[in-house]
């Protein structure tokens, strides 16, 4: 006599048949054919890879890194020469990469801000303008901008013949000169009571946050944390006797000397990042305002709340809400696109090591140290800002 | 039945005298309104107008006023006087054979253009709604079949070009289009793996791939393709440079296509799966006949972006050396006589990129509005 169904589905689910209909079993047999496949690829290209470079006797490990690297680098956060070995060549590279990547993510944020929030604004003409923006940028490739551009600022005017901005501002195809403070031992009180200031400022919000949750009323916030912060530092600088020399940029021969500079590679690479993300970040930022409903202003104008408060309170939070996520692989875009940089010489990352590569001849080390920077990087942004929106997120209960 | 058609003399009046005062219609009460509702309106209105009037005016003048069209033979002198006042249309005129095809055989060029315009008109029976049934895929086909045959000749007395010869607008197109098809499968098959639950070795292996791949730039992965592959193969056995890219761009864009069709995979509601499974249909039956077909049809619109995406991505090809449109233009400058008009050359390029992205990102907004027409009430 057949057994009935149920009693058979009852045996599989058990495990009893050792069949290809027990679903058990179906999944452990495709993964281990996965799973033996993709071994038996990564095997076969290991295999190869290590006959190959027998064969073209291609030295392996990371041994070159202690080698003098000889490779000149246009600009260095940290001091260097190509005496250095190709370690400190590629650290000089990776801090180039977080500069324009910092400094692209932060300018990148107010001007994408500015932009989506003049999209949604009632004035016709800027808010065509500024979609207008929009459009073109988005629609044509990162790399075409940023060769257009350095051939614009190539073909600006020789030192000699460099425009002036302002009193030691000095824009030619060598760059942006501008004047910079000397560094004054005494400087260090000053940074010491900024941060200072700003620790000052973070505990008196907190306690000013407190005492409204106690009391219902909130001590004035906006004045003593600007003292502390802003007026602090001025404060103990005059105290100190008003200690600052700029070093102003002036024309010797056919070049500048002094002042710092904005190399023609970070000024192209800079401004082409931001204005790139800006227009996407423009479109988040209008998304999120968006996406809050105008009943939400109108309810905490009923509630009595000022402008400033509804903004802080009742529509930020929710607009955050929509914007952070997108926001997180705009800023990680930022650091990705930054690669682009080996496309018109600026040292970065993706340059030094390219270039190492090609010296030493050591591909798959030097592209290696490429993709684990970038996703260190990456993995830092991602978990800061995943951190961020937890933070923000709506609680539910 | 001529009283319904047009209403009579004394009803119009009527509707005229209920029309809003003057100051609040028209035009001048659409500036009023958009332009000049407030001093604060006003003042941006009247500032932006004026740097728009200036910037635009100086345009004009440089790109059409005192832009020099075209110059004898390769006497570029005309263009170096009117440098910074008048743009040097003359370099488009003179090599905009070279930006769009490269190297291609000069008098076989008309073979890369009938491809192009295959592409496009691929492109364009795609995104019409009448041809989403199976009859697409043959259409694509024949299609890719007939490019195939155009740029490599060899046959129907066609004369062979080596692919070494290619470039300009055709490998743009190609690098994006076979982007795009070879990574549509491999992004189905990572999202579902990403999405199983049954199967932890498969969803840590998707996982990894995906998030690997997204983690870094795709300039690395080129580099990777360029001069790590050719040491993954067995000696002897040498795959073509522009395959190795395409393989790349293949790679790099599955892995976030993947994440698109997961959020779509995400968005269908357990209980059509649980349905499915209820009716006693197989995982693949559940899944091709069920779940994807919804799933995809959300994500449409999304996939039109990560298509755009991947075309303007391709240009970092040029980076390792490949001669699509943006390097054939910066290569065209490099001549001593043409020398410093590359704003004009990536202009000219620009535009063309921006015709490309432009239509295919207004078709992505229409189709999103026509897609949720079912879903709103």
């Known amino acids: ?397 | 039945m001529t009283s319904l058609s047009s209403p009579g003399p004394d009803l119009r009046t009527g509707a005229a005298d209920l029309l809003p005062p003057r100051s609040q219609r028209g035009v001048v009460g659409w500036m009023r309104e958009n332009l000049f509702s407030n001093w604060l309106n006003t003042a941006i209105t009247l500032l932006l107008a004026y740097f728009l009037v200036r910037w635009i005016s100086g345009f004009v003048d440089w790109a059409f006023v005192n832009a020099i069209w075209s110059v004898p033979g390769n006497n570029t002198t005309a263009c170096r006087e009117a440098r910074g006042i008048g743009a040097c249309w003359a370099l488009i005129n003179e090599k905009h054979r070279f930006i769009l095809f490269g190297t291609y055989t000069y008098e076989e060029q008309w073979r890369p253009l009938i491809a192009c315009a295959l592409f496009i008109a691929l492109y364009v029976v795609s995104a019409m709604k009448r041809f989403w049934n199976k009859w697409l895929m043959a259409i694509w086909a024949v299609g890719l079949v007939a490019i195939g045959v155009l740029m490599w000749g060899g046959v129907f007395g066609l004369t062979h070009v080596s692919q070494e010869r290619w470039g300009g607008l055709p490998i743009t197109l190609i690098l994006s289009t076979f982007g795009i098809v070879g990574a549509f499968p491999l992004a189905i098959l990572l999202a579902l793996g990403r999405r199983s639950t049954g199967m932890p070795a498969i969803k840590a292996l998707c996982v990894v791939f995906i998030e690997l791949i997204r983690g870094v730039p795709l300039i690395s992965i080129l580099f990777m393709a360029s001069v790590m592959f050719p040491l993954f193969l067995p000696d002897g056995l040498n795959i073509d440079k522009l395959l190795r890219a395409q393989v790349a761009i293949i790679l790099f864009a599955a892995a976030y296509l993947a994440e698109v069709i997961r959020g779509g995979l995400q968005a269908i509601p357990k209980g059509q799966g649980e349905a499915a499974d209820a009716l006693g249909l197989s995982y693949w039956n559940k899944t091709l006949f069920i779940i994807l077909p919804q799933a995809l049809r959300i994500v449409i619109p999304p996939m039109v972006n990560t298509f755009i995406g991947m075309f303007k991505d391709t240009s970092l090809v040029l980076i390792i050396g490949i001669y699509d449109i943006l390097n054939a233009a910066k290569t065209s400058i490099i001549e001593p006589a043409w020398q410093g008009f590359g704003v004009e050359a990536y202009i000219a390029v620009a535009t063309l990129y921006f015709f490309f992205c432009f239509a295919m990102s207004k078709y992505s907004q229409k189709l999103e509005v026509d897609l949720n027409r079912g879903m709103r009430r």
């Open chain 1, 1 to 397: 006599m057949a057994i009935s169904n149920t009693e058979r589905s009852r045996r599989s689910a058990q495990g009893g048949g050792f069949s290809l209909q027990n679903e058990a079993v179906r999944a452990i047999f495709w993964q281990v054919l996965v799973l033996g496949i993709v071994a038996l690829g990564i095997w076969y290209l290991v295999s190869n890879t290590i006959a190959n470079l027998e064969a073209r006797r291609i030295a392996t490990g990371f041994g070159f890194l202690g080698r003098e690297a000889g490779l000149p680098i246009g600009e260095a956060m940290i001091a260097y020469s190509p005496t250095d070995s190709y370690q400190r060549a590629l650290i000089v590279g990776l801090l180039n990469t977080l500069k324009v990547a910092v400094v692209g993510i932060v300018l990148a944020t107010i001007l994408g801000t500015v932009i989506g929030i003049a999209r949604l604004s009632k004035n016709w003409l800027l808010a065509k303008i500024a979609s207008a923006y929009v459009e073109v940028i988005r629609n044509t490739p990162l790399l075409l901008q940023l060769f257009l551009w350095y051939t614009l600022l190539q073909g600006l005017p020789g030192p000699r013949q460099a425009m002036k901005l302002g009193e030691g501002v000095f824009l030619s195809n060598r760059g942006i000169k501008v004047p910079w403070p000397v560094w004054d031992d005494l400087h260090v009180w000053v940074v010491g009571a900024l941060a200072a200031g700003i620790v000052g400022a973070w505990v008196y919000t907190r306690n000013a946050n407190a005492t409204q949750a106690r009391t219902g009323k909130r001590p004035p916030v906006l004045l003593p944390n600007l003292g502390m912060m802003v007026a602090l530092p001025i404060v103990v600088w005059l105290a100190l006797g008003a200690p600052l020399v700029w070093d102003v940029p002036a024309l010797r021969g056919f070049n500048f000397v002094g002042g710092a500079t904005l190399t023609p590679e970070f000024a192209a690479l800079t401004v082409g990042l931001v204005v790139y993300t800006a227009a996407f970040i423009a479109e988040i930022v209008r998304a999120g305002i968006l996406a809050v409903p105008k009943g939400q202003w109108e309810a905490a104008q009923a509630v009595g709340l000022h402008n400033n408060r509804i903004l802080n309170l009742v529509i930020l939070p929710q607009a955050l809400r929509v914007i952070i996520p997108p926001m997180t692989s705009q800023y990680l875009n930022v650091t990705k696109n930054s690669s682009l940089a080996v496309a018109i010489g600026y040292p970065d990352i993706v340059s030094v090591a390219n270039t190492t590569l090609n010296q030493t001849g050591q591909a798959i080390e030097g592209i290696a140290i490429i993709m684990a920077a970038y996703l260190t990087v990456s993995l830092s942004i991602s978990l800061f800002m995943n951190w961020y929106n937890k933070r923000i997120a709506l609680v539910e209960r």
